[in-house]
């Protein structure tokens, strides 16, 4: 398996640009889970899905962010307008509940953001 | 919620023995998780205890206390590939929150 895939690996905007990151979660997984990197603020769970469903997005600073996952492999997090406070590493990540190693959170390679 | 602490920075030598400790406070305690990041990269997994004891993985072992709410992982016969952030992670039902990170420096 091609493990989790992120796009793009850099993205570079200016503020007040749409900005749309995406995801392809390992095949079989159910679990998504999008967090975000900073040095501030370490590694921050931003929303989680399950089975395509969001169960959790408490994480998400404000209104500007939103998520979606419309099927078991892709998903998007778009933040509009971008502001340069949402500079940092996103990173997405899935895992399998159906497993006995459901402990396990396989990550991608991460999106570094820039908003100029 | 969730609140994990652990050490900001450790150096060693090539072949030496590294533990980072970890302490935590949370409800609904699933069990403790390691991964390990280096400069640039994503977090991979380490180890992951759910039970009180030791778990071995090669040159890594990894030790939790659930009545001490405490943890480490402890880095055997460290190489410079080793140097890179440590981050220990609760698991509390579906929710993976993650410590500071440590980040261990291994020198010649």
Redesign the interface.
């Known amino acids: 398996d091609a493990g989790v895939i992120q796009s793009p690996r850099h993205e570079v905007t200016e503020m007040g640009q749409e900005v749309t990151l995406r995801c392809k979660p390992i095949s079989g997984h159910n679990?998504l889970?999008w967090y975000r990197q900073t040095m501030m603020r370490?590694?921050e769970?931003l929303i989680?899905f399950?089975n395509n469903v969001p169960?959790?997005d408490s994480g998400m600073p404000e209104d500007r962010f939103s998520a979606k996952m419309p099927n078991a492999s892709f998903s998007t997090l778009k933040i509009q307008p971008s502001e340069p406070r949402d500079s940092a590493v996103y990173?997405c990540a899935s895992r399998s509940?159906r497993t006995r190693a459901n402990?396990?959170?396989?990550?991608?390679?991460?999106t570094q953001l820039s908003v100029l | 919620g969730q609140s994990l602490e652990q050490p900001s920075e450790v150096t060693a030598v090539e072949g030496a023995i590294v533990q980072i400790n970890c302490t935590y406070q949370t409800s609904g305690f699933y069990g403790l998780s390691w991964y390990q990041q280096h400069d640039g990269g994503a977090p991979t997994f380490l180890s992951y205890n759910a039970l009180d004891g030791l778990e071995e993985t090669g040159r890594f072992s990894s030790f939790l206390s659930r009545s001490d709410s405490y943890g480490y992982l402890l880095l055997q016969e460290l190489q410079m590939k080793d140097s890179a952030s440590y981050f220990c992670a609760v698991r509390n039902d579906y929710k993976l929150s993650f410590g500071a990170g440590t980040t261990v420096t291994v020198r010649a």
Do not use: A
Request: glycine share 16%; hydrophobic share 40%; proline share 0%.
């Open positions: 679990s889970f370490g590694l769970l989680y399950n169960i959790d990173f509940e402990e396990k959170l396989f990550f991608g390679s991460g």
